[in-house]
């Protein structure tokens, strides 16, 4: 039976664009994630703004509801929206660079372009944006923007990520069908140049919404001239010198100017046995190369003084680097699904965190070794804070171990807000997750604006435990 | 024996993928150091472009299939057989070798056959004509050695030229040349004449192994018969089913498999040939078939022959090597399938070749060298051979 709105949407996109077989929807079911499969009605895939508000508009007006799709790489559960019924748009067929203004340094892009191919597109003008930091390569500026990740790779200090910092304006299609213009663009005779839009802050209204008061079709993104030299580097830590790691990186993080593009400390997970190091990576970049080895040489310097108990790089630290610097195509990815465990901290509480979440996922995770290992847990410096993250990997055909995964990855998280952590990269059952974190008031106020925005409540329903 | 299907027993491989999705777009293999853009799958690139349309989408699909959630309708085996299997997604997944996308749907190829329900009815003529006539076109045998006619070729030998169907019949230059370069290096050169047949790489493709398997043990015996050492191909397509899928269905192969790039390199690295004039073109590119680059590692004997032509600058296209862009052909599944999708992935192929400034463009693959001709504008198209005979003032 075709899904009641094939023909009405063909006519928008053209019948090369829609889809509603079933082996077509199985393949929207899901992201990155070991979640189960959340099966959509339809599938399409709009090429312009115009025609995904004329998908809107007709969602409203027959109720149907939507999920938006960008890059799906995150890995904490697809929307379900109604299962078999919804429209699932997929923007990445929208991956214009529209504009870009080396004077006012910013880029406006369609939102399914992915973050790479806008970072590579820009390196090719001597300027680069603030891309994710893994798997950078699928994941779109839309996703990144409406799901809150981002920004490992940034200029000057990790900045996870470039929505939440650099997003100077949106173009959105609001649930009704209308298309709004947020920033300084909010005016139609200003340029997309600055986030100062003269009233309230729209934009910030979008980022990290996972779509649920509108679809993002397209983003004006700061850039940041070119800096062609780079090093990355890595010391090593014994594994008891955990402090000593901690200290090292915080001390390098907190120096003016910022030293690293990329600063983070990597260690074994809690499954894996315990007498590995941790290892303290870092990317430096600058506009010389004397900069550079400037900037090495101060790094140096600090460790030197503050965590002399280093061991220097090792083959295992530099390893490291190679996997989540370099990103080498052998990098590891293993027999399944990976899956994250990520929350940030400020950075006076995020050593006691790790250590604390490190011994609840030993506890759970004992005698689930190697049926839902996490390999390796980690540190990200961001923005004085850090980000603790645990990196697993799940076999899907071990139908346990993947109802294991699910259980630990949202118990996990469910802990760290607990104990005053945010969450960093947004997914459906992980924004559910965060919602019970909520305060009262601030859950009240969701409701009030997706009821006034979305009456039919047809865009991505039940994300943060919202109808 | 079990009874399990194809897609059953590589389960594991089915769900080992992380649906990371670098086999939709991947921009750099470095990120922060080479920075190379390129989108990864050809079809999705010339089709409506959804999940399905690439490997991860397709991979979810064999989970569905696993699950039973649906079958194999009309619909999603002609989307299953448009496909070049042209491996890119392979060779960027970062989960290779435990997951090789194309393994995934030449499994679930195998399975509609099995179910008879494939392969679709252009890839079931091609079947037939290699089953009834033992070449892709249909043509009769006797004309399969037409091109060898006045040449004298030896039946038995220590190595044996196999042509394969595209030189022996549409390429016969590529065949002449290949042998006269040959015996001017030197090389008693044999040659199976009728005994040659098909290799069997369209049903190795499309899943009808059991036609696959009937042109490979006929195909070995016959070069064990010739009393041949090593068995050499100018064929990317020869190379890979005989270098690949024949030991994986046979076993080892009692005689060496070489690429006719990998003699020539060799013959003008000792100094038996050498190569002794421009070829008119002075800037060329060289395109990577990618069932002898992808599928067989073999990326720079063909490139060391073309540095040897006096007065030829090699360049490099934007996608070389290991991420080159498919002709478009893939073992004759997408050409059969959607002749005009096959021309758009070709079309790339030359708009590439032309950016990098290159006069033309030679390839080690017949096939190939079909696909690109057919499209070419602005750039010649020739086979790694037919400019090495030349190079060396061979008429052919």
Same mark, same amino acid.
Not at chain 1, 420 to 425: H, T
């Given at each position: @039976?075709?899904?009641?709105?094939?023909?009405?949407?063909?006519? &928008?996109?053209?019948?090369?664009?829609?889809?509603?077989?079933?082996?077509?929807?199985?393949?929207?079911?899901?992201?990155?994630?070991?979640?189960?499969?959340?099966?959509?009605?339809?599938?399409?895939?709009?090429?312009?703004?115009?025609?995904?508000?004329?998908?809107?508009?007709?969602?409203?007006?027959?109720?149907?509801?939507?999920?938006?799709?960008?890059? =799906?790489?995150?890995?904490?559960?697809?929307?379900?929206?109604? /299962?078999?019924?919804?429209?699932?748009?997929?923007? *990445?067929?929208?991956?214009?660079?529209?504009?870009?203004?080396?004077?006012?340094?910013?880029?406006?892009?369609?939102?399914?372009?992915?973050?790479?191919?806008?970072?590579?597109?820009?390196?090719?003008?001597?300027?680069?944006?603030?891309? &994710?930091?893994?798997?950078?390569?699928?994941?779109?500026?839309?996703?990144?923007?409406?799901?809150?990740?981002?920004?490992?790779?940034?200029?000057?200090?990790?900045?996870?990520? @470039?929505?939440?910092?650099?997003?100077?304006?949106?173009?959105?299609?609001?649930?009704?069908?209308?298309?709004?213009?947020?920033?300084?663009?909010?005016?139609?005779?200003?340029?997309?140049?600055?986030?100062?839009?003269?009233?309230?802050?729209?934009?910030?209204?979008?980022?990290?919404?996972?779509?649920?008061?509108?679809?993002?079709?397209?983003?004006?993104?700061?850039?940041?001239?070119?800096?062609?030299?780079?090093?990355?580097?890595?010391?090593?830590?014994?594994?008891?010198?955990?402090?000593?790691?901690?200290? %090292?990186?915080?001390?390098?993080?907190?120096?003016?100017?910022? $030293?690293?593009?990329?600063? %983070?400390?990597?260690?074994?997970? /809690?499954? &894996?046995?315990?007498?590995?190091?941790?290892?303290?990576?870092?990317?430096?970049?600058?506009?010389?190369?004397?900069?550079?080895?400037?900037?090495?040489? *101060?790094?140096?310097?600090?460790?030197?003084?503050? %965590?002399?108990?280093?061991?220097?790089?090792?083959?295992?630290?530099?390893?490291?680097?190679?996997?989540? &610097?370099?990103?080498?195509?052998?990098?590891?990815?293993?027999?399944?699904?990976?899956?994250?465990?990520?929350?940030?901290?400020?950075?006076?509480?995020? $050593?006691?965190?790790?250590?604390?979440?490190?011994?609840?996922?030993?506890?759970?995770?004992?005698?689930?070794?190697?049926?839902?290992?996490?390999?390796?847990?980690?540190?990200?410096?961001?923005?004085?804070?850090?980000?603790?993250?645990?990196?697993? @990997?799940?076999?899907? *055909?071990?139908?346990?171990?993947?109802?294991? %995964?699910?259980?630990?990855?949202?118990?996990? $998280?469910? @802990?760290?807000?607990?104990?005053?952590?945010?969450?960093?990269?947004?997914?459906?059952?992980?924004?559910?997750?965060?919602?019970?974190?909520?305060?009262?008031?601030?859950?009240?106020?969701?409701? *009030?604006?997706? =009821?006034?925005?979305?009456?039919?409540?047809?865009?991505?329903?039940?994300?943060?435990? $919202?109808? | 024996?079990?009874?399990?299907?194809?897609?059953?027993?590589?389960?594991?491989?089915?769900?080992?993928?992380?649906?990371?999705?670098?086999?939709?777009?991947?921009?750099?293999?470095?990120?922060?150091?080479?920075?190379?853009?390129?989108?990864?799958?050809?079809?999705?690139? #010339?089709?409506?472009?959804?999940?399905?349309?690439?490997?991860?989408?397709?991979?979810?699909?064999?989970?569905?299939?696993?699950?039973?959630?649906?079958?194999?309708?009309?619909?999603?085996?002609?989307?299953?057989?448009?496909?070049?299997?042209?491996?890119?997604?392979?060779?960027?997944? #970062?989960?290779?070798?435990?997951?090789?996308?194309?393994?995934?749907?030449?499994?679930?190829?195998?399975?509609?056959?099995?179910?008879?329900?494939?392969?679709?009815?252009?890839?079931?003529?091609?079947?037939?004509?290699?089953?009834?006539?033992?070449?892709?076109?249909?043509?009769?045998?006797?004309?399969?050695?037409?091109?060898?006619?006045?040449?004298?070729?030896?039946?038995?030998?220590?190595?044996?030229?196999?042509?394969?169907?595209?030189?022996?019949?549409?390429?016969?230059?590529?065949?002449?040349?290949?042998?006269?370069?040959?015996?001017?290096?030197?090389?008693?050169?044999?040659?199976?004449?009728?005994?040659?047949?098909?290799?069997?790489?369209?049903?190795? #493709?499309?899943?009808?192994?059991?036609?696959?398997?009937?042109?490979?043990?006929?195909?070995?015996?016959?070069?064990?018969?010739?009393?041949?050492?090593?068995?050499?191909?100018?064929?990317?397509?020869?190379?890979?089913?005989?270098?690949?899928?024949?030991?994986?269905?046979?076993?080892?192969?009692?005689?060496?498999?070489? #690429?006719?790039?990998?003699?020539?390199?060799?013959?003008?690295?000792?100094?038996?040939?050498?190569?002794?004039?421009?070829?008119?073109?002075?800037?060329?590119?060289?395109?990577?078939?990618?069932?002898?680059?992808?599928?067989?590692?073999?990326?720079?004997?063909?490139?060391?022959?073309?540095?040897?032509?006096?007065?030829?600058?090699?360049?490099?296209?934007?996608?070389?090597?290991?991420?080159?862009?498919?002709?478009?052909?893939?073992?004759?599944?997408?050409?059969?399938?959607?002749?005009?999708?096959?021309?758009?992935?070709?079309?790339?192929?030359?708009?590439?070749?032309?950016?990098?400034?290159?006069?033309?463009?030679?390839?080690?693959?017949?096939?190939?060298?079909?696909?690109?001709?057919?499209?070419?504008?602005?750039?010649?198209?020739?086979?790694?051979?037919?400019?090495?005979?030349?190079?060396?003032?061979?008429?052919?």
């Amino acid at each position: @039976m075709p899904h009641k709105l094939l023909s009405a949407i063909t006519e &928008i996109v053209g019948s090369k664009y829609v889809s509603d077989s079933d082996f077509a929807t199985f393949a929207y079911s899901n992201n990155s994630s070991q979640y189960p499969s959340r099966v959509p009605g339809i599938v399409v895939r709009p090429g312009t703004t115009e025609e995904v508000s004329r998908i809107v508009k007709l969602a409203n007006q027959e109720k149907v509801s939507i999920v938006p799709r960008g890059g =799906a790489c995150s890995y904490g559960g697809w929307p379900e929206g109604e /299962p078999g019924k919804s429209i699932c748009i997929d923007i *990445t067929r929208m991956r214009r660079i529209l504009d870009f203004n080396p004077v006012t340094k910013t880029v406006t892009v369609e939102a399914g372009m992915t973050g790479s191919e806008l970072e590579t597109r820009m390196r090719a003008e001597g300027f680069c944006v603030h891309t &994710i930091f893994s798997p950078s390569d699928s994941v779109t500026v839309g996703g990144m923007i409406c799901g809150e990740s981002g920004g490992a790779a940034g200029r000057d200090f990790s900045s996870e990520g @470039m929505d939440w910092l650099f997003t100077w304006g949106l173009k959105v299609v609001l649930p009704n069908g209308d298309i709004i213009q947020t920033g300084s663009g909010i005016n139609p005779q200003a340029k997309n140049h600055s986030r100062v839009s003269s009233g309230p802050d729209l934009t910030g209204l979008f980022i990290g919404s996972m779509g649920i008061f509108g679809i993002v079709t397209e983003a004006t993104l700061q850039l940041f001239h070119l800096q062609p030299h780079e090093a990355v580097g890595s010391v090593a830590f014994d594994y008891a010198l955990l402090d000593d790691a901690h200290r %090292a990186m915080a001390a390098i993080d907190d120096h003016e100017p910022k $030293l690293c593009a990329i600063l %983070a400390m990597f260690g074994p997970g /809690p499954v &894996i046995p315990e007498g590995q190091d941790w290892a303290l990576i870092y990317r430096v970049t600058g506009f010389t190369q004397d900069e550079v080895d400037r900037k090495l040489g *101060t790094i140096s310097r600090i460790l030197k003084e503050v %965590a002399p108990s280093n061991k220097g790089p090792t083959e295992a630290s530099e390893r490291m680097v190679r996997t989540y &610097i370099t990103q080498m195509h052998d990098s590891a990815h293993g027999f399944g699904m990976w899956f994250m465990i990520e929350s940030l901290f400020p950075r006076d509480e995020s $050593l006691k965190n790790l250590k604390a979440s490190y011994e609840w996922l030993k506890r759970e995770l004992a005698g689930w070794e190697h049926r839902s290992p996490i390999f390796n847990s980690s540190l990200f410096a961001q923005l004085d804070g850090d980000v603790i993250s645990y990196h697993g @990997m799940v076999n899907l *055909t071990d139908e346990e171990a993947r109802q294991k %995964a699910m259980e630990v990855q949202k118990g996990a $998280l469910d @802990m760290l807000l607990s104990q005053g952590g945010s969450v960093i990269v947004l997914s459906k059952d992980l924004c559910d997750v965060a919602a019970d974190h909520f305060r009262p008031e601030c859950s009240a106020m969701l409701r *009030t604006l997706k =009821a006034s925005l979305d009456p039919n409540n047809i865009m991505n329903p039940h994300i943060f435990k $919202l109808p | 024996m079990t009874n399990e299907s194809k897609l059953e027993q590589i389960k594991n491989m089915a769900y080992s993928c992380v649906q990371c999705g670098y086999c939709r777009e991947k921009y750099s293999d470095e990120v922060f150091t080479t920075l190379i853009a390129y989108r990864v799958c050809p079809i999705r690139e #010339h089709t409506g472009g959804f999940e399905y349309h690439c490997a991860r989408g397709k991979i979810k699909i064999a989970q569905g299939i696993l699950e039973g959630r649906f079958g194999y309708d009309e619909e999603l085996i002609n989307l299953l057989y448009t496909d070049p299997d042209c491996k890119l997604c392979s060779w960027i997944c #970062h989960a290779e070798p435990m997951l090789d996308p194309v393994t995934i749907w030449r499994a679930m190829r195998q399975d509609i056959v099995s179910a008879g329900l494939g392969p679709p009815e252009p890839l079931r003529q091609i079947d037939n004509r290699v089953s009834e006539k033992h070449n892709v076109f249909g043509a009769i045998q006797e004309r399969r050695t037409r091109w060898a006619s006045d040449l004298d070729l030896p039946r038995r030998g220590d190595t044996v030229y196999f042509a394969g169907c595209h030189a022996s019949y549409p390429k016969p230059e590529i065949a002449r040349s290949t042998v006269a370069i040959l015996k001017k290096a030197g090389i008693d050169v044999a040659y199976l004449g009728e005994d040659e047949w098909c290799c069997g790489v369209v049903q190795f #493709h499309d899943g009808s192994i059991d036609i696959a398997e009937e042109m490979a043990r006929h195909n070995v015996e016959s070069i064990r018969e010739s009393g041949a050492r090593r068995m050499v191909t100018a064929c990317a397509e020869c190379y890979k089913s005989f270098k690949l899928e024949y030991p994986a269905l046979l076993g080892e192969l009692p005689f060496e498999v070489l #690429h006719t790039s990998e003699v020539l390199a060799e013959l003008i690295k000792s100094g038996k040939l050498e190569l002794t004039q421009g070829i008119g073109e002075s800037k060329i590119t060289y395109h990577d078939p990618c069932q002898l680059g992808r599928y067989c590692q073999v990326y720079d004997p063909p490139r060391e022959v073309l540095r040897s032509i006096p007065g030829v600058e090699l360049i490099e296209m934007l996608r070389h090597r290991g991420n080159a862009w498919c002709c478009g052909n893939g073992a004759d599944m997408v050409r059969s399938m959607d002749r005009d999708l096959a021309s758009g992935i070709a079309g790339d192929r030359i708009v590439e070749a032309n950016e990098s400034g290159a006069e033309a463009i030679v390839t080690a693959c017949p096939r190939c060298a079909e696909s690109l001709e057919r499209v070419a504008e602005g750039i010649k198209v020739y086979d790694l051979s037919v400019v090495a005979a030349r190079s060396m003032s061979i008429e052919i």
